[in-house]
């Protein structure tokens, strides 16, 4: 676990300045400003928009234990960069692996890879961190 938080940290550096919300926890800027308006900022799937969706929005903090008590780390980075291809909300999920390389198209292919990456990480360690 300190191994992650590490290679967070050393990925944190490579992100632009986000909202004032959770200055010190990039994984949390990224769950705020991409996953609370539907999920809720407690990630009980109690957002703004929830009620205007289609589907149910999974509670976020069960992860684990809908896993035998272990985070699926891997499924929920496809999940999130878009490659696992689950459906939300009537259509795919927005896919913000492809959001997040665009808005850093402007550092160079190689360079928006790594921030993308870094970003997507730094969600997946705050939703494992959410874990009930």
């Known amino acids: 676990m300190k191994s992650r938080a590490l290679i967070a940290a050393a990925?944190?550096?490579?992100?632009?300045?986000?909202?004032a919300v959770a200055q010190d926890d990039p994984g949390a800027r990224e769950y705020m400003s991409s996953c609370a308006s539907c999920?809720?900022?407690n990630g009980k799937?109690?957002?703004?928009l929830a009620e205007l969706m289609t589907v149910a929005v999974?509670?976020?903090?069960q992860l684990s234990a809908q896993n035998d008590g272990a985070f699926p780390m891997l499924?929920?980075?496809q999940v999130i960069d878009g490659r696992s291809g689950i459906r939300g909300h009537g259509y795919?999920?927005?896919v913000w692996g492809s959001r997040y390389k665009a808005e850093a198209m402007g550092a160079g292919?190689?360079?928006?890879?790594i921030?993308?990456?870094?970003?997507?990480?730094?969600?997946?360690?705050?939703?494992?961190a959410m874990q009930e």
Do not use: F, K, N, W
């Not at 292919?109 to 890879?113: G, L, M, V």
């Open 11 to 19: 990925l944190a550096a490579c992100l632009p300045a986000a909202a």
């Open 39 to 41: 999920h809720g900022e």
């Open 45 to 48: 799937g109690e957002g703004p």
């Open 58 to 61: 999974p509670d976020l903090t």
């Open 75 to 77: 499924q929920v980075i």
């Open 92 to 94: 795919p999920m927005p």
């Open 109 to 113: 292919e190689y360079s928006a890879e």
């Open 115 to 128: 921030v993308t990456r870094g970003r997507v990480l730094s969600l997946a360690l705050y939703l494992e």
